[in-house]
């Protein structure tokens, strides 16, 4: 079955194909630079499974092919749950990794270690030609250190230590990260029911 990911991120495409490629073997995932381009939905919604809903129902509007999209960010304790549904442009609109790092290290920098608690938040939506619609959610405990560190994953991974592991996502290995991943679970959640 193909199915579409509407996503441009090279990095989002390769982690769920590499869960699908467990999860659901029979599902040959596309991104959007695959298919005819299409007008893209700005993402105005407030909550992750919102803008998740929008795109998916985006892509199958122009493609006719079942649709899966996310939503997902970084929550902070201390920013009271921001950058959220904001963070790929937390510091401005061109979803610039290093700045959105740069502007989340400054905004915590005065912030004690021990309250630097956040969590990677995911909603995962499908939609399939004939309406039916099916979003779920995961999430990934940790903490925001104060350097980068990694040179794996993309936008706040190097930042970020999951709950119980030393390393940042950025350190470790794409299955490893994708054991634990709030889009992992969302995603191996998604990938039964397809």
């Given at each position: 079955?193909r ?21 659901a ?12 381009d ?14 998740a809903?929008?795109?998916?129902r ?6 006719g092919?079942?649709?899966?999209a ?5 929550a902070?304790?201390a ?21 959105n ?12 270690d ?10 995962a ?15 990934m ?9 990694g ?17 940042t ?5 794409a ?20």
């Amino acid at each position: 079955m193909r199915v579409l990911l509407a996503t441009r991120n090279a990095g989002k495409v390769d982690e769920l194909r590499q869960i699908l490629a467990e999860a659901a073997p029979h599902v040959e995932l596309v991104g959007l630079d695959a298919v005819d381009d299409y007008p893209e939905t700005p993402e105005t919604e407030l909550t992750f499974a919102g803008n998740a809903l929008l795109k998916a129902r985006d892509g199958v509007k122009h493609t006719g092919l079942p649709t899966i999209a996310d939503d997902s960010g970084l929550a902070v304790d201390a920013l009271n749950g921001m950058p959220g549904v904001l963070s790929a442009r937390w510091a401005g609109s061109a979803k610039d990794d290093a700045a959105n790092n740069a502007l989340l290290l400054d905004q915590l920098a005065d912030v004690a270690d021990e309250l630097r608690g956040a969590k990677f938040v995911c909603a995962a939506a499908i939609v399939w030609p004939d309406g039916r619609e099916l979003v779920v959610h995961g999430e990934m405990p940790g903490r925001v250190i104060r350097e980068p560190k990694g040179a794996n994953g993309f936008g706040y991974d190097p930042l970020f230590v999951p709950e119980g592991y030393e390393l940042t996502s950025a350190e470790l290995s794409a299955a490893e990260k994708n054991a634990i991943s709030h889009r992992g679970k969302a995603f191996r959640e998604l990938a039964s029911g397809i």
